[in-house]
């Protein structure tokens, strides 16, 4: 089969296509032939070397993919060769052939197409889990979303707005983000590069802050945060684009206000774990996809041979939602 291949790592020119034998599906597994795979950042991290694989993973990128279910390991009764899924992969979504747990696929919501389907896992999963999880955001709470123009800052504006039933604010780099943002829902959208964020959070709750904030920023973003939160509030850590170390971190505001700091990365959870979220998304999430409530926000798709271009598209951060690759559209 035919694989985008990064080498050792480093610039998006060092991947280039390969040839590889096709995966076989070990116990509790399926082998999709790939259509559409999807581009994230943490591709961009580990193609770059610094994101490697969790032990056992397939060192090959892509975290999600959809197409045609090719083979099924004896084992698993749910899906059979043929079944068209979108899937969670624990890694070699750039590939014609990818295995994946059986646990980890979703049918593709009616109504969306394959390659839409394929821009969904990765995201939906992170954000279900850190929002409605580990943020236990509640109808009538309000939370704030940064990096609201990605991948993950979309799903959780919609998830935010259409299942918990709470008021977003986001943070975004331009007006064009802006703008986007809130047509998928956001109440309102401060471009960080011209509004002070955190002061006009406090003046948008009457000083009482926010009780969510999902962030994948850190670096000096992290007190300002703690600071923007509520009584109660809950700070979720997704990513550190800023740097993971915190000059002149302040404990206190975490005992007078009662917070939770936490935070979590979803490649290295178990195969139980990642069904367990598989299982509430095709309950709670598919359904608003089916009914129009959620929409996907595709933005761009290159041939699996372009993944260079893709991932410089997705290095400038002049993009607005997901980024595709036509890997074999069937
Ligand atoms: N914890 C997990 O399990 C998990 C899973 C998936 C992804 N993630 C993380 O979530 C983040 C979003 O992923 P994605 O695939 O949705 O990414 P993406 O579509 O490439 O979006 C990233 C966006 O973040 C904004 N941003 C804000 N501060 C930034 C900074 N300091 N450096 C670079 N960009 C910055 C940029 O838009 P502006 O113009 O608004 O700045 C950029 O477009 C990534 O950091 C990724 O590693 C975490």
Known sequence: MRYIDHGPGGAASAMKIAIAPQPAPKAGEV???????????????????GYPPPPGASPV?????????????????????????????????????????AAHCLPVPKGLTVKEAASLPENWFTVYDNVMTRGRLKAGETILVHGGSSGIGLAAIQLAKVLAGATVYTTVGNAEKAEYCRKMGADVALNYREQDWA?????????????????????????????????????????????????????????????????????PRTVEQKAAIAAALAREVWPLFESGQLKPYLYRTFPLAEAPAAHALMESSTHIGKIVLEVKPQ
Do not use: H
Not at 31 to 49: F, H, K
Not at 68 to 89: E, F, H, S, Y
């Open 31 to 49: 082998v999709i032939e790939v259509a559409y795979a999807g581009v994230n950042r943490p591709d961009v991290l580990q193609r770059s070397g």
């Open 61 to 101: 990128l892509g975290l999600e993919v959809a197409g045609r279910i090719a083979t099924v390991a004896p084992d698993v009764a749910r899906w059979k060769p043929g079944d068209v899924v979108c899937a969670l992969t624990p890694g070699g979504g750039y590939a014609e052939y990818c295995a994946a747990p």
């Open 199 to 267: 002061a006009e959070t406090a003046r948008l709750t009457n000083k009482r802050g926010v009780d969510v904030v999902l962030d994948m920023v850190a670096g000096d973003y992290v007190m300002k945060n703690v600071r923007a939160l509520a009584l109660e509030g809950r700070l979720v850590q997704i990513a550190v684009l800023n740097g993971s170390k915190i000059a002149d971190f302040d404990a206190m505001p975490l005992m007078l206000k009662r917070l939770t700091y936490t935070g979590s990365t979803l490649r």
